[in-house]
């Protein structure tokens, strides 16, 4: 049975699920080892090393990948030095993590857009949704508000806010269908569909589940939103030529190639 968890959105503990390295001769090994980038764990940690094999081969900078399952933990490691950057997330969430924390964080690059999409076993048209139906949404901020804000605007439920980023559903003014929410780490979103009638996920989760947004969501954010993922660096080593040289091998055909490959075409390269 599923339970609803508002803590975890403030309170994940460091989760890494290994790290892969990229070895190789670099003009960088000066006594402060490889540049350390955190990652999710799947298909956007597969698409970094594509970048950092391009980054060692060009430019001789070798790369460590970290890779996390939880989204509290990369910003936690990136503030304590334990990494020297992260890509994963958007501006919104980027944004609350510096405010609710305190964080010296500042972004550097762009990656790409992950649409969010809804996802269903049992309907094939969000229209269909039925009184008191149960809708899992991610618990982390940001991405939680970033799926109410998508059903606001398809007028099944009000907000106070209809432009706040970090809307929770106790930010809901008007629930008409008494609508359900159940509040899960993104993680967990693609198994929960046996047990919701709408589950909200993140294509990080939802295509390496066998869920395309092009082909499976029943609602999909546009091309045109504004959450494209980020380089996220600290305040303190922002200006470091190897994180500068690495977002230079991130924007490159292989890389996009690669997201794509990865991604079905769901991916939206979030630098042109």
Known sequence: ???INKFKKFAGSLLVAGSVVLAGCSSQDDGTGPLKIGVMAGPEADVMKVA???VEKEHGVKVELVEFSDYISPNVALADGSIDANAFQHKPYLESMINDRGFKLAAVGNTFVYPIGAY???LKNINDLKDGAKIAIPNDPSNEGRT???LANKGFIKLKDINNLEATPADITENPRGLEFIE?????????LDDVDVAFINSTYSVPAGLLPSR???LVE????PYVNLIVAREDNKTDDRIIKLIEAYHTEAVEKKAQELFKGSAV???K
């Open 1 to 3: 049975m599923l339970a």
């Open 52 to 54: 950092a094999q391009v």
């Open 120 to 122: 269903s076993n049992t």
């Open 148 to 150: 109410l804000i998508l």
């Open 184 to 192: 899960l780490d993104a993680a967990q979103l693609p198994r929960s």
């Open 216 to 218: 499976d969501a029943i």
């Open 222 to 225: 546009g091309k045109d939103s």
């Open 269 to 271: 390269p979030g630098w």
